[in-house]
């Protein structure tokens, strides 16, 4: 049996220098020749200032301790954080999924192979769905709710420094694709546990990823975008890609901004402005063709549809759902439409549900089933023949498993894509893209190493699969990816592993499809070009 | 003895109800907790047969919104009966798991038969002897041992899994065996009291008419009193631990993983939303506390970077 396989609970408090590693010869294998190399050593820099005993990979920055006194800092503050995870008063929102799936959990390991990153990694144990539940159920018993024979009854723990330091780091081991929850026969729920560490760390602690903290939500709530750009920067931006695009394209269309009554609201994530321009337009051209009375707010976090704090604060995520409802209502719009962005679907539709109070409510809803709504209605001329390449569907877990939105987005492709074919499995049974809950934007250390051979393996293999019939560089095949996250990491991992050349494969959204599809628009909207 | 092993019994019956209680009061007394559903939602109607929701429609919140009762029933009951998550996730364990949950909702049934034939003794009818009853004691007679068995073949199964696979042992602990062994020989006794003292399970329904009309007579036999004392244990002991899933998992779905009821026209939530967003917020991390904010609804209307560069200015 390999080492990694019996790595024990208790492990986790072990005053060792990892507490595992994955070679590359534990990596599952795949259909493609992938040269992976071993972890690139942490930087200097990173293991004098940060604690990196967990594998070969740091992602949360926890201060080393210097003195015994920062040891038990440590620790004392990490209990105390999560004795108020524990109270409704700190943790209304999520106290009743923790507390259920604290005590019910029966550990028979049915989770253990829905989760990606446990099959990527060769099975190792860290990446048991459970594993890291697990180290958090044994100190919550054992410290918080100081269970009668805990030590019997629910198993030992040794509460150390290493122990906590580990389990921050394994939050981030977890893409809260609740992949492994959906399997789940009792109804626990391992993901959500990786996202409450996260909020002890954030939210008492103060220790988080400067992508998703410092440059991500509370950048958002200065800014008003995590990209930095500023109400004035953001309509330069729209203004040029208008201008842009409608010379490219030979359809002039104008993006409204602050158009007060509009019957929609559209956010956008604003990191498409930087990153996929051609995604902002292809929306405006889209609406401008189907006669819709819309708009884009300059409202503060009201042009970003981002909402980090989805996935690790709880605070950070109220306010910023709180100041795009805001927006909503200054405009007196009929409803909020969110653009390509899985997460910040789910965060504003679903998860604000029960955060904003009577006065901001506003009804919300996803950008796929209006566009399926426009492109079944005829209003909008479409020649299929531009879009006669293969094309697969990657289905956001934000959007599909937690949302329940399968059918809008096929609809479209199987109208619009001749040679569209599924993924095995997807829909609601769909893989993460091995950028969920933050990753996707981090380019830390080797964080992109872990990213490509770990996390996105198994969203890669899929992709590979569904092109089976067309592998190689003669064909151009392109993957509908509409999230501004699963878009990054898609990016990432195939420039990484070359496969524009190799297979001349391309991603993109779902607006992006439709656009290549109109007859009024100058063919070859989409491009095979650098990434 | 007999009157302990009766005390015993009532005893038994009033924990059981007091901690299914407990745990039931508890989960209501939570407040209200963020949408966290997980698709597919069986009540979704047809949409459910693929996974969507209602989400997939523009202007969801001016339909009427339906939920299927069939399509709830149609999930709900292969998933209790004959636990489909296991079977389609992990079927080497639901080799053992299903028999062994399928030989307790056996003898449930059984323990539910038994008592209708003691009631309808206590109106004056000899069970055993009546002609027309037959049928149902001799139901009762083959789905006691059966139940027995088969939880006994589970159980001995899970011992043997948890102890062999290194998966499961790595998260098993002293309790996980304990409880198991508990089955196995609670289950033992039952079959060896039927096997010798009870083979007809008159002694068991004698037993059962004295508990109801609190009469407190002596009973049976060493092996008979242990059964019971065993299996009142076990009754008392199980919502007590990681197991009361099985009355709590309920919850777990219904209220969690397809708890997908929109606040629309929802009054009741609006104010238990406004109950919440009044809470105090004792985090203690930069961004949320020191800036004189208390509740939720003062931290979250609060932007702590725009008044840093207020700060700067
Ligand atoms: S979370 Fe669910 S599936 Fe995973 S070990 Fe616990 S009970 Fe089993
Ligand atoms: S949420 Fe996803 S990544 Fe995290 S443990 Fe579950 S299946 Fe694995």
New binding site residues.
């Given amino acids: 049996m390999k080492k990694n396989k019996m790595l024990k609970i208790t492990d986790v408090s072990k005053d060792s220098e990892k507490l595992t590693s994955v070679s590359i010869d534990d990596l599952m294998s795949i259909p493609a020749d992938l040269d992976d190399i071993d972890w690139a050593e942490l930087p200097e820099e990173t293991r004098e200032k940060y604690i990196c005993i967990l594998d070969d990979v740091n992602i949360l920055p926890i201060p080393k301790p210097l003195t015994t006194k920062d040891e038990e800092e440590l620790v004392n503050k990490f209990i105390e954080g999560m004795r108020k995870l524990f109270t409704k008063e700190n943790n209304w929102t999520f106290l009743t999924m923790l507390e259920t799936t604290m005590e019910h959990c029966a550990k028979c390991n049915t989770?253990s192979d829905?989760?990606?990153?446990?099959e990527a990694s060769g099975e190792n144990e860290m990446y048991r769905?459970n594993y890291r539940t697990e180290v958090f159920r044994r100190i919550y018993k054992k410290y918080v709710q100081k269970e009668p024979l805990a030590r019997w009854r629910s198993g030992d723990i040794d509460l150390n420094w290493q122990t906590v330091a580990r389990l921050g780091e394994m939050a981030y081991r977890?893409?809260?694709?609740?992949?492994?929850?959906q399997t789940c026969p009792i109804g626990a729920d391992?993901?959500l546990v990786?996202r409450e560490i996260r909020k002890i760390f954030s939210q008492e602690m103060g220790i988080t990823t400067p992508e998703l903290h410092d440059k991500g939500s509370m950048m958002q709530l200065k800014t008003g975008s995590s990209t930095q750009m500023n109400k004035i920067v953001v309509k330069d931006n729209v203004e040029f890609i208008d201008e842009d695009f409608s010379e490219e394209t030979g359809y002039e269309f104008e993006t409204p901004w602050d158009v007060e009554g509009a019957d929609i609201l559209l956010i956008h994530n604003a990191g498409e402005i930087m990153a996929w321009p051609e995604n902002i337009a292809a929306f405006s051209m889209i609406f401008q063709a189907a006669g819709i009375s819309w708009t884009l707010s300059s409202e503060l976090a009201a042009y970003d549809s981002i909402n980090y704090g989805v996935f690790y604060d709880d605070v950070q995520f109220a306010r910023t759902a709180i100041l795009q409802a805001q927006a909503a209502k200054n405009l007196g719009v009929k409803k909020i439409v969110l653009g390509e962005c899985g997460h910040a679907h789910k965060a504003l539709t679903v998860i604000a549900d029960r955060v904003l109070p009577e006065p901001l409510k506003v009804p919300r809803e996803s950008c796929f089933p209006i566009l399926r709504d426009i492109v079944m209605s005829g209003k909008i001329k479409f020649d299929p023949e531009r879009n006669n390449f293969p094309v697969t569907l990657h289905d956001p877990c934000n959007i599909t498993r937690l949302m329940g939105i399968i059918k809008p987005q096929r609809d479209i492709v199987h109208k619009l894509c001749p040679q569209f074919r599924e993924m095995h499995p997807h829909g609601p049974y769909n893989y993460?893209c091995g950028g969920g809950s933050g990753y996707a934007i981090m380019s830390r250390n080797n964080i992109p190493e872990w990213r490509f051979k770990i996390a996105g393996r198994k969203k890669l293999e899929q992709v590979l699969n569904a092109f089976s019939d067309c592998r190689g560089p003669d064909t151009k095949k392109y993957v509908c990816a509409p999230c501004s996250n699963c878009k990054g990491q898609l990016r990432d991992i195939f420039d990484r592993y070359n496969l524009l050349e190799a297979e001349q494969l391309t991603y993109g959204g779902i607006v992006e499809l439709i656009v290549n599809a109109m007859v009024d628009v100058n063919p070859g909207y989409i491009k095979w070009e650098e990434y | 003895m007999s009157t302990f092993i009766y005390i015993v019994t009532y005893l038994a019956i009033v924990v059981f109800v007091a901690a299914v209680l407990r745990r039931i009061i508890h989960y209501l007394k939570n407040p209200i907790h963020v949408r966290w559903e997980l698709y597919p939602v069986p009540h979704e109607g047809k949409k459910a047969s693929y996974g969507g929701s209602y989400l997939e429609d523009s202007g969801w919140w001016e339909q009427e919104r339906k939920t299927s009762l069939v399509g709830t029933l149609k999930a709900m009951i292969p998933e209790m009966l004959f636990l489909k998550a296991v079977w389609e996730n992990n079927r080497p364990l639901w080799v053992v798991t299903f028999p062994f949950h399928f030989g307790l909702y056996i003898t449930v049934g059984f323990i539910g038969l038994l008592g209708l034939t003691a009631i309808i003794q206590l109106s004056g009818i000899d069970v055993a002897g009546s002609h027309r009853l037959k049928p149902v004691v001799a139901l009762i007679s083959f789905l006691g041992p059966l139940g027995f068995i088969l939880t006994i073949m589970g159980a001995i199964g899970l011992l043997y899994k948890r102890l062999t696979d290194p998966g499961l042992r790595n998260y098993a602990n002293f309790e996980h065996y304990f409880n198991l062994c508990l089955f196995i020989t609670t289950m033992g006794v039952a079959v060896l009291t039927w096997l010798f003292v009870d083979p007809t399970f008159n002694l068991a329904r004698q037993f059962l008419v004295n508990l109801i009309s609190l009469k407190m007579t002596a009973i049976g036999s060493f092996l008979f009193q242990l059964q019971v004392l065993l299996a009142m244990f076990t009754i008392a002991y199980i919502p007590l631990t990681h197991m009361s899933h099985f009355f709590m998992k309920w919850f777990l779905y219904h209220d969690i993983r397809w708890g997908d009821e929109p606040n629309i026209n929802t009054p009741e939530t609006d104010k238990k939303i406004g109950i919440v967003l009044n809470y105090p917020v004792t985090w203690s991390a930069s961004h949320i506390s020191g800036h004189g904010k208390e509740t939720w609804a003062e931290v979250a209307t609060f932007n702590p970077a725009a008044e840093s560069e207020k700060g700067k200015e």
């Fill in positions: 989770c829905s989760c990606h990153l446990f769905p977890c893409n809260i694709c609740r992949r492994c929850a391992n993901a990786a993460c």
